[in-house]
């Protein structure tokens, strides 16, 4: 039997990373986190419709707010603005420190109490905006961390399906598994129309463009 828990945070990645797990599983179990981001709201609203698409033997929703309150982030804290798009090499503002460490961690103690066996997360080290928390060796850090800190008989293994992929690569591999686009949500400064020229809508934009098929959801700026 494998189990597997899907970190689902409503994004592109996160979506594909879903189809991924539940081709790849006997059971999926759908963990979400909100963590006093901008969009939060809309956020949650993705991942409860692809709760009713995917249908999950369960889901856990919990509040680490307490990210908000550490800030140095434009996307929790409210005296930074989220900056568009600029394509320079470096971590951008829009880095919530140390994040998917909180993230995995979390998925990590609920795979103890259900037994699950496999982790899902929809990092992209190669063609994204360039977090440290979303290279493959700090997963294989974190791996290490899991086998050392959880019960002998435990054997949970952290999955990266989608690490190297391109997004262009990433979003026909959905396509391919019947992945829901339109109840995916990317922006990182809107709940309502996605702004366009944030990095996140940016590189989405591009690799919908790229292989030559309309992105599903609504844009400020559709450049």
Not at 61 to 74: E, R
Not at 119 to 128: L, R
Request: glycine share 6%; proline share 4%.
């Amino acid at each position: 039997m494998i189990k597997g828990i899907v970190l689902v945070s409503g994004g592109l990645d996160s979506l594909v990373t879903a189809s991924i797990a539940q081709q790849e599983c006997d059971e999926i179990y759908f963990l979400h986190l909100n963590y006093g981001q901008k969009t939060e709201r809309k956020e949650l609203e993705s991942f409860q419709k692809l709760q009713k698409f995917y249908k999950p033997i369960d889901s856990l929703i919990v509040d680490i707010s307490y990210l908000k309150q550490i800030g140095g982030s434009s996307l929790t804290d409210d005296s930074i603005a989220v900056k568009d798009f600029t394509g320079e090499i470096e971590v951008p503002d829009s880095y919530v420190p140390f994040r998917n460490a909180h993230l995995v961690t979390i998925a990590t103690s609920w795979a103890e109490v259900i037994d699950a066996n496999r982790i899902y997360i929809g990092v992209v080290e190669e063609d994204s905006s360039g977090y440290p928390d979303c290279r493959e060796e700090f997963y294989e850090s974190l791996q290490k961390t899991i086998d050392l800190g959880t019960k002998e008989e435990t054997n949970i293994r952290i999955h990266i399906p989608i690490v190297h992929k391109n997004k262009s690569e990433i979003i026909k591999i959905g396509f391919e598994l019947g992945a829901p686009f339109e109840h995916s949500w990317s922006c990182y400064k809107n709940n309502d129309i996605a702004c366009g020229t944030c990095d996140s809508c940016v590189l989405r934009l591009r690799a919908f463009k790229k292989i030559g098929i309309k992105d599903p959801i609504p844009y400020l700026v559709n450049n």
